[in-house]
């Protein structure tokens, strides 16, 4: 049997379901509206695949970075918890997970319009200036 690239994904992550690295290979080698046969017989799109990586993987940063960085406005994502998030929310539970990880506050920034504020898990509440600050420190 002949397997092409998403298909080895999927066969190794059948072999080691808790490496986070093979789910973000697997997303980044689907096409978008492309989906995936899980060993499971489940048929998962690239959108579905984050999902399933943030529920096997909650506190891991840079999938829901990842997760957050492919949404569209008003776009929501169900996180493990059975909270729903949209794009700015998932960018904020990404920093709560990791507050050193620069790249969720920058984007954060950016999509914040001018007078926009959101509030980070720490309570603090920024505008996209004081985000852009806060990710040079």
Same mark, same amino acid.
């Given at each position: ?5 998403? #298909? ?5 992550? +059948? ?67 059975? +909270? ?45 200036? #004081? ?7």
């Amino acid at each position: 049997r002949v397997l092409d690239k998403k #298909q080895l994904y999927v066969e190794a992550i +059948r072999l080691e379901p808790e490496n986070i690295s093979l789910y973000f290979c697997l997303c980044d080698a689907l096409s978008a509206g492309e989906t995936v046969q899980m060993h499971d017989g489940r048929a998962l799109d690239k959108r579905q695949l984050y999902v399933e990586g943030i529920q096997r993987f909650p506190g891991y940063s840079v999938e829901l970075y990842n997760r957050a960085h492919d949404l569209t406005a008003g776009e929501t994502v169900t996180l493990h918890d059975g +909270r729903v998030v949209d794009k700015k929310q998932l960018y904020v539970e990404a920093l709560r997970c990791d507050p050193d990880f620069s790249d969720p506050i920058l984007c954060l920034a950016n999509e914040l319009v001018p007078g926009e504020t959101v509030q980070l898990h720490d309570g603090r509440v920024l505008d996209s200036k #004081q985000l852009l600050v806060e990710a040079i420190r």
